[in-house]
């Protein structure tokens, strides 16, 4: 795993509770959901059609012997059992059917289908003024260095959704993509989040050249 350990691999980009997933050829954006109320619902997600993959977060409590415990700030409380309606929200969203995802696998093994890795708030790995150079230098190092299936561009959906890292849709699809599509562990773009997505028009911009 070089000098990247599991508990990196895991944590970096942030926790995911599931994955869903639509039938998308080559790369897909993948969208982070749970935590903006005003995001719409998981359903709704599901049916814009722009997404490969939906990812819940967070999944803030785990190992050690836990009850697994998720934190969906934007839109039920777990504890009093209201996010039973996101569980309802998978069964009826067809758009998206459920794959199943062996985590435990992937631990035992050090192998994972997806790692989704977060290109922004790091200076030293993330574009910025203009400078791709950074950013494709920590690729690099991603796509060589980690044993994984797919690897995902990670990066804020709107100027406001992250404190650095942002990237203009033309300088991604115009200089960003056609770089790093060359590698075999290219997975898509993933984006934070739902919320800001809308706000901003970001995948609409992106999704014919991810």
């Not at 639509?22 to 954006?29: D, M, Q």
């Not at 993948?30 to 998981?42: D, F, K, M, P």
């Not at 562990?185 to 999704?207: A, C, E, H, R, T």
């Amino acid at each position: 795993m070089a000098k990247y350990s599991k508990a990196t691999l895991l944590l970096l980009p942030l926790l995911v509770l599931l994955l869903i997933k639509s039938s998308h050829a080559a790369g897909g954006i993948s969208i982070y959901w749970g935590q903006n109320g005003n995001e719409g619902t998981l359903a709704q997600t599901c049916a814009t059609g722009r997404y490969a993959y939906v990812n819940i977060a967070f999944l803030n409590k785990f190992g050690n012997g836990q009850t697994p415990e998720m934190n969906l700030a934007g839109h039920c409380n777990p504890a009093n059992g209201g996010c039973t309606i996101v569980s309802g929200g998978i069964k009826t969203a067809p758009q998206c059917p459920f794959p199943d995802s062996n985590l435990g696998t992937a631990l035992n093994t050090g192998l994972f289908d997806y790692v989704w890795v977060q290109f922004y708030n790091n200076r030293p790995c993330q574009y910025s003024s203009g400078n791709t150079t950074n950013l494709l230098n920590s690729w690099n190092r991603w796509t060589t260095s980690i044993d994984a299936g797919k690897i995902f561009l990670g990066l804020p959906a709107a100027p406001s959704a992250a404190g650095s890292g942002y990237i203009p849709p033309d300088v991604l699809t115009s200089q960003i993509l056609p770089v790093i599509k060359k590698s075999p562990k290219y997975g898509g773009v993933m984006l934070w989040s739902k919320f800001w997505d809308d706000q901003n028009g970001y995948s609409p911009s992106i999704i014919s050249s991810v």
